[in-house]
């Protein structure tokens, strides 16, 4: 096939016409076939890419012009170039204005024809080309769906690739947001671990004792309402790697645990006495300041020593400016696929929104954002009009706003709510943790989650 200059499909119900111009276009190297009316045309179509199609606008059954729309809309990449008897010159501007390359007067002149049908392949192989570099481009900026291209996220993609191959330990650490979690897994499956499990296990959602049994798994009879052994997490992850995330939320009791994993490879299950191995790889997050807790007395060192082999430090994203515009094009892409809108993009003014704020729940936040928009925009490119949530929320002007309340009880209850919504999206949600941090109890949070009518 690739010795063809190029595929032509010929159309017309006069048969000189399709003998003539197979023979011509033949002896110049292309392939060709030829149809006497628009059906059998759409049956060569169906069975073969075609680069060009020289269809005449008058044939019994359906014209040129209906054959014209289907090929636009069933192949749009096949140019398609009408030919037009005598001087029916409206007819060619109605096929130019639906989607022809371009039309040709009968007699046909063959040296216009070949250099239409030319120009019609040299931009095909243009547009082939273009969407090859586009997806180069996207791998470039792109490393197991992790994008970036700052060069703190190269630094990452770099890193990852040093570490995936090892079985060394990672700390991975960052802002709530910023990707950990993709991070850990672009370790786990560019490891030669890959083809084993990855599991992951959220230290900051159970209580101290089910993380204890989650981990390492009970005997029978261990405690009330075990029935029967259970395997922990530890022991699937055999052969594969663990994900530990929210380490920085583990007990001290249950630090002393996983220091001795981490030293040994080897632990107990609940209740049990018999020491298990176990020979898995371990991947550690938090969002947490780890130093901050040692001083505290709340982290152990010699565990936060034995973790920290590898660290991974991902930035937070209004310290990687450049990574916005790549980001929220790519999610706007996505969430455009999955809501089949017609969102083409994003406005230069709706990108320098994004680049303006400041990204307290990081890409995550991003995409929420863009997902918004993409579902609720009305237009074909994201405006910054349709980026109204980021108004007033953490936005370095936004203090100014809350003096527009009038009494103070108002202006206070205005900055509790703010810090409210800040730090629950820091949290990704998480209203133990969020609690904690805010420094009051949870049920004084949700006391106030619906005072202020906050939607979660
Ligand atoms: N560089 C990135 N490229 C593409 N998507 C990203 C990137 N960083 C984060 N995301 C997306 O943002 C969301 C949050 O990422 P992830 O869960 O990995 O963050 P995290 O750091 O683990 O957050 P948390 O501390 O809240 O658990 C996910 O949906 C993830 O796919
Ligand atoms: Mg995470």
């Given at each position: 096939m690739e010795d063809f200059k190029g595929k032509i499909l010929v159309v017309d119900d006069e048969f000189d016409i399709l003998s003539l111009l197979e023979g011509l276009f033949k002896r110049k190297g292309f392939f060709v076939k030829t149809a006497e009316n628009a059906e059998k045309a759409l049956m060569h179509l169906k069975a073969e890419d075609y680069d060009v199609v020289i269809a005449d606008l008058i044939m019994p059954g359906k014209n040129g012009i209906d054959l014209l729309c289907e090929i636009k809309s069933l192949y749009p990449r096949t140019g398609v170039i009408v030919l037009t008897g005598h001087g029916t010159i409206e007819s060619a501007v109605e096929a130019i204005k639906k989607g022809a390359f371009n039309y040709i007067k009968k007699p046909i002149n063959p040296e216009y024809l070949f250099l239409l049908t030319d120009k019609i392949i040299e931009l095909r192989r243009l547009e082939a080309h273009n969407i090859y570099l586009q997806n180069q481009l996207r791998q470039r900026y792109s490393f197991s769906q992790i994008i970036g291209k700052s060069h703190q996220m190269n630094n990452i993609f770099q890193l990852i690739q040093d570490v995936a191959q090892t079985q060394s330990t990672v700390l991975i650490r960052g802002e709530s947001g910023t990707g950990k979690e993709l991070i850990a897994n672009a370790i786990h499956f560019n490891s030669l671990r890959k083809n084993n499990k990855l599991i992951r296990v959220n230290c900051a959602v159970l209580s101290e004792n089910l993380l204890e049994t989650e981990l390492f798994g009970h005997v029978r009879g261990a405690f009330t309402g075990a029935y029967r052994d259970r395997m922990g997490r530890f022991e699937m992850a055999n052969k594969g790697t663990i994900f530990l995330d929210e380490?920085?939320?583990?007990?001290l009791n249950v630090q002393v645990k996983l220091l001795r994993v981490l030293q040994e490879s080897e632990f107990e299950r609940v209740g049990g006495s018999k020491t298990l191995k176990v020979d898995a790889r371990i991947i550690a997050a938090t969002n947490k300041n780890l130093e901050h807790a040692i001083k505290k007395g709340e982290f152990r060192e010699d565990l936060y020593y034995r973790l920290n082999v590898i660290p991974i430090e991902v930035p937070p994203l209004r310290e990687r400016v450049e990574d916005i515009p790549l980001l929220a094009r790519h999610f706007a892409e996505k969430h455009n696929e999955e809501t089949v809108k017609n969102v083409k993009g994003l406005t230069q003014d709706a990108l320098s929104v994004l680049m303006n704020?400041?990204?307290?729940?990081?890409v995550r936040e991003l995409e929420n954002v863009i997902e918004r928009a993409v579902v609720l925009t009305k237009n074909e490119y994201i405006d910054h009009?349709?980026?109204?949530?980021?108004?007033?929320?953490?936005?370095?002007?936004?203090s100014l706003n809350l003096l527009d309340h009038k009494s103070l009880p108002e202006v206070m209850n205005n900055i509790e709510k703010q810090m409210i919504i800040n730090t629950l999206k820091q949290c990704n949600w998480n209203k133990s943790i969020a609690s904690r941090k805010l420094g009051i109890h949870r049920t004084t949070l949700l006391s106030k989650i619906s005072k202020y009518e906050i939607n979660i």
């Open positions: 380490i920085g939320d583990v007990s704020y400041d990204w307290p729940g990081n009009s349709d980026l109204q949530p980021l108004n007033g929320l953490s936005s370095p002007d936004s």
